[in-house]
Nanobody, 124 residues
Framework: QVQLVESGGGLVQAGGSLRLSCVASGRTSSTYAMGWFRQAPGKEREFVAGVRWNAYITRYADSVKGRFTISRDNAKNTVYLQMNSLKPEDTAVYYC?????????????????WGQGTQVTVSS
């Protein structure tokens, strides 16, 4: 089992920045692909960003390209999501996820482990 714990969410004004962190514990593996998803009220969970196990390949949803950056530190079992130029439509609960695939995946069903989520609220 792998446990994931997110932190860093909060309330920010439009145009501001937040940095989310996700620490993995348990039977962690640096070969897992990691991803961030988000879910707004009344909407389905959607892919935000993912990073391959070696951190050199990343993928982003079109809605966040150029504003968000995903990174990982395998030595610390931690993945980050730097969010800049935040917009009110970025408001959601953000979830960290780990996939036993080594390559980046962008669908929720391809992830095996999930964190509890952290709330991000962007005010206009």
């Amino acid at each position: 089992q792998v446990q994931l714990v997110e932190s860093g969410g909060g309330l920010v004004q439009a145009g501001g920045s937040l940095r989310l962190s996700c620490v993995a514990s348990g039977r962690t593996s640096s070969t897992y692909a990691m991803g961030w998803f988000r879910q707004a009220p009344g909407k389905e969970r959607e892919f935000v960003a993912g990073v391959r196990w070696n951190a050199y390949i990343t993928r982003y949803a079109d809605s966040v390209k150029g504003r968000f950056t995903i990174s990982r530190d395998n030595a610390k079992n931690t993945v980050y999501l730097q969010m800049n130029s935040l917009k009110p439509e970025d408001t959601a609960v953000y979830y960290c996820a780990a996939s036993s695939y080594s390559s980046v995946r962008d669908t929720a069903r391809e992830y095996d482990y999930w964190g509890q989520g952290t709330q991000v609220t962007v005010s206009s």
